[in-house]
């Protein structure tokens, strides 16, 4: 399968704290994004890092790319409530591939 | 600007019967997919258009599932018969191009008894 795998499944962290998810794939990949999704926004595109970047910050969101391990990872710093979702990394694999693929998700809890 | 839109939000309805989805994306976006997403998953892509023309339709069930494009702008996806396994979240993506950030509409639950 091509599909992408997060670790952990399920991380639940006080406020304030920070929050690493990991995604590792398969194939070799054109770019890499992340989104989020929760009941009150539905799936919400965060940050996208292309295959010849390495590192991407946006706000309380930093990325980092390891294309020779084929994984990512997504920092949230200072984490709050309202970060409680399931975070989904997505990736095109490269070629002429032009389907985004998904993987299973963190759902991460953010604890007052 | 506005969002994709999704209609309707919530659908109940029996196995064998039919059931139509319908879609209107961010205007000026070329691509327009269409997701299935059963709980505790991620998305999976059932088809991709690229104005009128589909991209990508290997995932989607073309025994019981159809969709369309209409002038490069509203899609409909469609399912006739129904089985139970299709019980999920049907999302509604659109983006300016292939390779760009996504935009999701806000999903049509399905529930098929």
């Known amino acids: 399968s091509q599909q992408g795998e997060e670790d952990p499944q399920a991380l639940s962290i006080q406020e304030g704290e920070n929050a690493t998810m990991n995604c590792s794939y398969k194939t070799s990949i054109n770019n890499l994004q992340w989104y989020r999704q929760n009941s009150g926004r539905g799936l919400v595109h965060l940050i996208l890092?292309?295959?010849?970047?390495r590192e991407k910050h946006s706000g309380r969101l930093r990325v980092t790319l390891d294309t020779s391990k084929k994984s990512s990872s997504l920092l949230i710093t200072a984490s709050r409530a309202a970060d409680t979702a399931s975070y989904f990394c997505?990736?095109?694999?490269?070629?002429?591939?032009?389907?985004?693929?998904f993987g299973k998700g963190t759902l991460l809890t953010v604890n007052p | 600007e506005a969002g994709v839109a999704q209609s309707p939000r919530y659908k109940i309805i029996e196995k064998r019967q039919s059931v139509a989805f319908w879609c209107n994306p961010i205007?000026?976006?070329?691509?327009l997919y269409w997701y299935q997403q059963i709980l505790g998953q991620g998305p999976k892509l059932l088809i991709q258009?690229?104005?009128?023309?589909?991209?990508?339709d290997s995932q989607l069930p073309k025994d019981r599932f159809s969709a369309e494009r209409l002038k490069g702008v509203d899609s409909t996806l469609k399912i006739q018969p129904a089985k139970l396994e299709d019980s999920a979240v049907y999302l509604c993506a659109s983006s300016l191009k292939v390779y760009n950030e996504q935009f999701f509409g806000p999903g049509t639950r399905l529930t098929v008894l």
């Open positions: 258009f690229q104005n009128n023309g589909v991209v990508d």
């Open positions: 205007s000026g976006h070329a691509t």
């Open positions: 997505a990736f095109y694999s490269g070629g002429s591939n032009y389907k985004l693929t």
């Open positions: 890092i292309r295959s010849n970047e």
